[in-house]
């Protein structure tokens, strides 16, 4: 049966490489299956418009659309003064429904424009608790539950989200945590840089959940280290970034380029400040520093205490990211264990997107439900 997925994101295509570019660039190569990536509306930089405008484009295989308009002053989103827009122009773009037709929201913002394509299943996958985030829509909590209500199916992308999700009422959430591109790592794992210093590096989004007075006095606690920080500067003035002779911020990087950077590191590092914003977040760097063949200490983070204990180094403070800078100086590179490798094979991206496409269009094209668990 032919089938067609639209995925509605408040990321977008071309920006930090996560959840959902990594499974809808495995779930659209399917066979015959139409895929749409529908962002938020954006100003354009080039040219000016007068009014709301749906524009798109062919890349990487799939249409990507999204909502010309014009200068606004303000970070729109999918809010309710765009909404009618995406409801009215939408449906034009991609045509009636002739098929199966699955509808894949990453912000229950989204959730009106998505009901308006007339899904066929409806899919909610809850990569972050964006009511927590900082300079979130206030009704973002009233529309998580609006989403986990209408949505056939409920994916959550970590231990902390799902348990959430189920209290808000969906106890047949499934539980897929991120995975990582092993294979996309394999580079940095065994061709390591020679640093004059050595190198503890973070890559990710730079926002309210770095603990960056952390970082200031890690780069304090560990002079003889360079710490690098690869990544864009979002919801944070930059001026508000430590500055010391020891850091380096290297701006956003390709996705094809974070290999390279990983391999230019002694050790990994996530200095994630532990607040509202942190306390659901399943960082996926974490799989992807491992699959690099990184050493890697953190805050206690509670998904990566749960989903990596004896494999993360926790620390709580500088002194303590300092000492273990020192103690795991020099084995970057070195034979992954047994239990590392497993924790890598059983969340390689691959695999991860075929039990989600066969629960998603398999099973329920041939009128079964969904397994419960991933």
Not at 115 to 121: F, G, N
Request: glycine share 6%; net charge negative; aromatic share 6%.
């Amino acid at each position: 049966m032919r089938s067609e997925l639209i995925v509605l994101s408040h990321l977008r295509w071309d920006w930090v490489w996560q959840r959902p570019q990594q499974l809808v660039s495995r779930l659209s190569t399917a066979a015959g299956r139409r895929t749409w990536f529908v962002e938020e509306p954006m100003t354009p930089r080039d040219h000016e418009v007068q009014q709301n405008r749906l524009v798109s484009e062919e890349v990487d295989g799939l249409t990507r659309a999204w909502l010309e308009i014009p200068d606004p002053g303000h970070h729109v989103g999918f809010a309710d003064e765009v909404i009618p827009d995406y409801i009215e122009q939408l449906p034009e773009l991609i045509g009636p429904r002739a098929c199966e037709r699955v509808v894949w929201i990453y912000t229950p913002l989204a959730l009106e424009a998505a009901l308006a394509l007339e899904p066929t299943t409806l899919v909610y996958d809850v990569m972050d608790d964006l009511a927590a985030f900082k300079g979130a829509a206030p009704e973002l909590v009233v529309r998580q539950r609006q989403a986990l209500r209408r949505a056939d199916v409920v994916f959550a992308g970590g231990r902390s989200l799902h348990r959430s999700v189920v209290r808000q009422g969906r106890t047949d959430a499934i539980l897929v945590p991120s995975g990582v591109s092993i294979a996309d790592y394999a580079v940095a794992s065994h061709h390591r840089a020679r640093n004059a210093r050595p190198v503890a590096g973070f890559v990710g989004v730079l926002d309210e959940r770095l603990d960056i007075d952390l970082l200031g006095q890690v780069a304090e606690a560990a002079p003889d280290w360079d710490i690098r920080m690869v990544g864009p500067v979002a919801k944070i003035d930059p001026a508000d970034l430590p500055q010391a002779p020891n850091i380096s911020y290297l701006g956003m990087a390709p996705y094809a380029e974070l290999p390279r950077h990983m391999a230019s590191f002694d050790v990994a590092i996530m200095p994630f400040a532990l607040n509202e914003a942190t306390k659901s977040i399943s960082p996926t760097k974490t799989l992807e520093y491992l699959a690099s063949g990184l050493p890697v200490v953190s805050t206690r983070v509670p998904d990566v205490v749960a989903d990596f204990p004896g494999v993360v180094d926790l620390q709580d403070d500088a002194a303590g990211f300092a000492a273990a800078f020192d103690r795991l100086r020099g084995r970057a590179g070195t034979v992954a264990s047994e239990r590392v490798r497993r924790i890598l094979q059983r969340n390689d991206w691959d695999a991860i997107a075929s039990r989600m496409d066969q629960m998603i269009f398999s099973e329920r094209s041939d009128g079964t439900e969904p397994a419960a668990t991933a």
